[in-house]
């Protein structure tokens, strides 16, 4: 139309309607096909115009075909005059050499449902997110030896962390640190939260010099954990924080319990001192107390200790069926927690045992915990299956630092593929009933699904 308001500008005394002639025929403003007959002079070039012309606009109606309405429509196809659409797609030829047969008589084909990305989808059994993940942290003073001291008047120990604090790499746990506690743990809990995990474990790396036979160390009020505890609570106060309760970390033999001079693993003064540590961890903020040591009774006792502190409202995770597993060693070395001497098959279970994590699984739904753990998880599927089929409690699986190490060394060498591998085996987890998983790839697991669904 602009075109045609300056065919009108740039001859004098033309009007709207010369200017339509000129550059083919119009309906209003609408063009339409030009009619060729006598005198009628087809235009086959654009109308040449002046570069600069002042134009305004003429306000001319537009001729509009009315639409039809739905029953218009339905009269049409019903009289057979359906409009036009795209042709069922042809189907996709064989290749050569393929024999020609019959098909198969099957009324049940699970096939149809797997072939397409949409169908897969929609039928999808287990789901994962980052919601389902809990990031174990290990956590350390990075202070120099003579960086602490003991204050006699609290029969305790006051600790000052050196200004150059640094994270030390794991060397059997590739990407993964032992945090320093001020802002390594801090800047570690901001990735995970970036990516939708909110739920934390840690984990100490207590100095040799703070460890004892008894282990003390566990329920100092302003130890390494309840420090971190709350100082996570003064940054994130939705962070839910779970803890170990075990004294390998804090034991001079490296033992989760008191070690009796014969070797007896001493049970019941344990869980004494369990009680104190969880109340410890309470008190500084945590929300969920991890009972780890495989001690009889410890659950029950637990519950009652915190019960009676007031802290009625922090849960128990009981490590249910923790298993006497060759797969614990990258952990192990993290925190500098071999056994002095020995070995823990008088508390943990062997592995060859089944029905046994029933037993286990009784005792600790009777005696107040709140989620029951397998640990570790991939060699022990069926069991986290077992559980799941004994319990209303919710489940939560431990892949541990073994099952992480290998998935690492398997990809850094190329025989996999690294984020399949990680989301497969976390998705298996889940698949065998565990609500929940303890995984050194939170971070990592979180990142790749969330750009799944961008």
């Not at 150059?164 to 390594?184: S, T, V, Y």
């Not at 009020?221 to 839910?240: A, Q, T």
Request: net charge neutral.
């Amino acid at each position: 139309m602009v075109g045609v308001m300056m065919a009108a500008a740039a001859t004098p005394g033309c009007g709207v309607s010369q200017a339509l002639t000129a550059c083919g025929s119009h309906e209003g403003l609408r063009r339409v096909a030009p009619v060729f007959g006598p005198g009628v002079v087809s235009v086959s070039a654009p109308c040449k115009l002046p570069r600069k012309l002042n134009v305004q606009a003429v306000a001319e109606p537009i001729a509009k075909s009315s639409p039809r309405t739905i029953e218009e429509c339905e009269a049409n196809v019903v009289a057979g005059n359906a409009p036009a659409a795209p042709p069922v797609p042809a189907k996709p030829s064989a290749p050569e050499g393929t024999p020609a047969i019959s098909p198969l008589v099957m009324p049940a084909r699970p096939r149809r449902n797997r072939r397409s990305p949409a169908l897969r989808a929609a039928f999808q059994e287990t789901t994962i997110s980052p919601a389902n993940f809990i990031l174990p942290l290990f956590v350390h003073e990075a202070f120099h030896s003579n960086c602490f001291r003991k204050f006699s008047a609290f029969n305790s120990y006051l600790h000052f962390v050196a200004s150059g604090e640094q994270n030390a790499p794991i060397g059997a746990m590739p990407g993964c640190q032992r945090l320093g506690w001020r802002h390594g743990l801090i800047d570690e809990v901001y990735k995970a939260r970036d990516v939708g995990v909110n739920s934390v474990v840690l984990f100490p790396k207590v100095p040799d010099a703070l460890k004892s036979s008894t282990g003390d160390e566990a329920y100092n009020p302003d130890g390494l954990v309840p420090r971190c505890i709350r100082l996570l609570k003064d940054k994130f106060p939705d962070l839910v924080i779970y803890t170990d309760v075990a004294l390998d970390p804090y034991s001079s033999d490296g033992h989760d319990g008191i070690v009796r001079e014969d070797g007896l693993i001493m049970n019941d003064e344990t869980v004494h001192q369990l009680c104190k540590q969880a109340v410890a961890q309470a008190q500084a903020g945590a929300d969920v107390v991890s009972p780890s040591d495989m001690m009889d009774g410890r659950v029950g006792a637990i519950r009652k200790a915190l019960d009676l502190a007031g802290h009625q409202d922090v849960s128990i995770m009981a490590y249910t069926a923790k298993y006497a597993s060759a797969f614990y060693g990258p952990f192990r070395e993290a925190l500098d927690s071999n056994p002095r001497f020995g070995d823990k098959k008088t508390y943990q279970m062997n592995p060859a045992n089944y029905r046994e994590a029933l037993i286990e699984t009784r005792m600790d739904e009777a005696e107040g915990a709140d989620i029951l753990m397998v640990k570790p998880a991939m060699p022990y599927l069926d069991v986290i299956r077992l559980l799941r089929d004994n319990t209303a409690l919710p489940i939560s699986a431990y892949q541990v630092s073994g099952e992480y190490s290998m998935i690492r060394a398997a990809a850094a060498a190329g025989m996999l593929d690294e984020k399949k591998a990680v989301l497969e085996s976390l998705l298996s987890i889940r698949r065998a009933g565990a609500d929940v998983i303890l995984t050194y790839f939170a971070i990592q697991a979180a990142q790749w699904l969330c750009a799944e669904r961008v």
